[in-house]
């Protein structure tokens, strides 16, 4: 299980229960054929991406947009874009950030679910976000339904501006009531660690100075990012999503807290809470 959004907000929309950052979720064992087209909304007041924020003043929250294709034998695409609530002040565009996805998740009804996906970033004008030095996502995940608890752990690989590799772990536990006819109301309270390089927040931390040069009193543009901590925990995340289901149609509320741990120099290092909020729709 993966997180995007602003990160991987894909799950949102298909599965609306876990942090919003752009991984296929797991239907669970025994659950029907994917839906074949998901269309889903996901909006939120602070912009998060693998564990890691921008600084509070550039950050107002984001408008996302989710695009899903699944096929029965098991591929997945996806097209995913963003739009910051402060796009003006930051002097971006309307869009500022999009996702691409192919990938493979199993289909068999069985208590293992794995995915494998490559995610194109895309990063439109000079974006703010954590993530806009990262360009390509290598993913693997694999969730084991147990009685009471589901587990999973992802791999991400990132090649691009910057290099990175990012393990992520989580836990979780559904409570499903039923509502009316066979819509139905779960709440699942999860628990996420990760661990990794971060060579993508210190790029977005880094600095353009003017620096004198030996040469006839001349000058050069300089930038500078802070020291990047080796492979590490990036932090927790706490969350419990409550989703009603209802027909094709799909309304999840996520309140979350965020503890980030071994922050670079100048980057943000204070916990906080922050929400999100998806609405997704299935065809077919």
């Keep these: 299980m993966l997180r995007f959004c602003s990160g991987w907000l894909l799950a949102a929309a298909l599965y609306p229960t876990g942090p919003a950052q752009g991984a296929v979720l797991p239907p ?7 839906p074949r087209l998901t269309v889903g909304l996901t909006t939120a007041n602070r912009t ?3 564990q890691r924020a921008p600084p509070k003043t550039d950050d107002r929250g984001y408008l996302g947009t989710t695009l899903t294709y699944q096929a029965p034998a098991g591929f997945i695409s996806s097209l995913y874009l963003n739009h910051s609530y402060n796009f003006e002040t930051l002097q971006e565009p309307y869009i500022n950030y999009g996702e691409l996805m192919a ?3 199993s289909v068999s009804d069985s208590d293992t679910y794995w995915t494998v996906q490559y995610t194109r970033l895309f990063v439109y004008g ?3 976000l954590v993530q806009a030095s990262l360009r390509n996502d290598f993913s693997a995940s694999l969730t084991h339904f147990f009685d009471y608890v589901t587990a999973s752990a992802s791999a991400d690989l990132f090649v691009g501006g910057t290099h990175d590799f990012v393990l992520t772990l989580d836990a979780s536990h559904r409570f499903q009531l039923p509502v009316l006819a066979h819509d139905t109301l779960s709440i699942e309270p999860t628990v996420e660690f990760g661990a990794g390089s971060q060579h993508f927040y210190a790029s977005s931390l880094g600095k353009t ?3 004198k040069t030996t040469k006839r009193g001349g000058t050069t543009t300089v930038f500078r990012e802070p020291a990047t901590p080796a492979f590490s925990a990036l932090g927790y995340t706490l969350s419990v999503p409550i ?3 209802a027909g094709r149609f799909s309304v999840a509320a996520t309140p979350s807290y965020l503890v980030p741990l071994h922050v670079p120099a100048g980057g943000l290092d204070a916990a906080f809470f922050y929400g999100t909020l998806s609405v997704s729709r299935t065809f077919w």
Excluded: K, R
């Excluded at 669970?28 to 994917?34: I, R």
């Design 126 to 128: 000079e974006s703010a």
């Design 243 to 245: 989703t009603l289901a």
């Design 48 to 50: 998060t991406y693998l």
């Design 209 to 211: 100075s003017e620096v």
């Design 28 to 34: 669970g064992p025994g659950s029907p054929a994917p």
């Design 103 to 105: 990938g493979w998740q």
